[in-house]
T-cell receptor, first 113, second 117 residues
Framework: EPEVTQTPSHQVTQMGQEVILRCVPISNHLYFYWYRQILGQKVEFLVSFYNNEISEKSEIFDDQFSVERPDGSNFTLKIRSTKLEDSAMYFC???????????FGPGTRLTVL | AQKITQTQPGMFVQEKEAVTLDCTYDTSDQSYGLFWYKQPSSGEMIFLIYQGSYDEQNATEGRYSLNFQKARKSANLVISASQLGDSAMYFCAMRELAGWGTYKYIFGTGTRLKVLA
């Protein structure tokens, strides 16, 4: 069964460093998303992406964040200068159409020291 | 703005018993979708079940069913014949219209379910 994959599973970085979180959405899906879950809290929407453009972003998704689909399979989230409060689990999701269920990847746990 | 409320931070259930996890929602939209996800201790988000606001029947997927009461704005998840592997965090989510016809999910705070042997 097709699934969303994410790498790495765990990333440790120093405050101020840039990180890139990678996702491979389900191959025929066209809509892509990033969510964040701070430890012990609920999952929060960050950004949606379609047709190589951001469709919607939350207030969390400030200038330090960017997303890109560099090729036909990968979807990346970049944090330019990480802060301690960026420590969280980051989930990538994809859907075939806007109204279909979003399938989530296994997440990348980001730890900022 | 839409909102999802899960009032049970934690629940216990005996193995093989049924359990209901509560979820209420608030929206002014006529068309909406409700989802339940399971998050085991390993952290991944597993889609369980979906209910559309115009669906006349309650959704069912194996041992999972959704008790959808539109007038009360509730979408409770019922797990029948609980198994030890059902121990996990469960999130209720609602689909909210985002930019350019896309949707984003609004999640509740979750209910941690522990199944007892």
């Amino acid at each position: 069964e097709p699934e969303v994959t994410q790498t790495p599973s765990h990333q440790v970085t120093q405050m101020g460093q840039e990180v890139i979180l990678r996702c491979v959405p389900i191959s025929n899906h066209l809509y892509f998303y990033w969510y964040r879950q701070i430890l012990g809290q609920k999952v929060e929407f960050l950004v949606s992406f379609y047709n190589n453009e951001i469709s919607e972003k939350s207030e969390i998704f400030d200038d330090q964040f960017s997303v890109e689909r560099p090729d036909g399979s990968n979807f990346t989230l970049k944090i330019r200068s990480t802060k301690l409060e960026d420590s969280a689990m980051y989930f990538c999701a994809s859907s075939l159409s806007p109204s279909d269920e979003q399938f989530f990847g296994p997440g990348t746990r980001l730890t900022v020291l | 703005a839409q909102k999802i409320t899960q009032t049970q931070p934690g629940m216990f259930v005996q193995e093989k018993e049924a359990v209901t996890l509560d979820c209420t929602y608030d929206t002014s939209d006529q068309s909406y979708g409700l989802f339940w996800y399971k998050q085991p201790s390993s952290g991944e988000m597993i889609f369980l079940i979906y209910q559309g606001s115009y669906d006349e029947q309650n959704a069912t997927e194996g041992r999972y069913s959704l008790n959808f009461q539109k007038a009360r704005k509730s979408a409770n998840l019922v797990i029948s014949a609980s198994q030890l592997g059902d121990s996990a965090m469960y999130f209720c989510a609602m689909r909210e219209l985002a930019g350019w016809g896309t949707y984003k999910y609004i999640f509740g705070t979750g209910t941690r379910l522990k199944v007892l042997a």
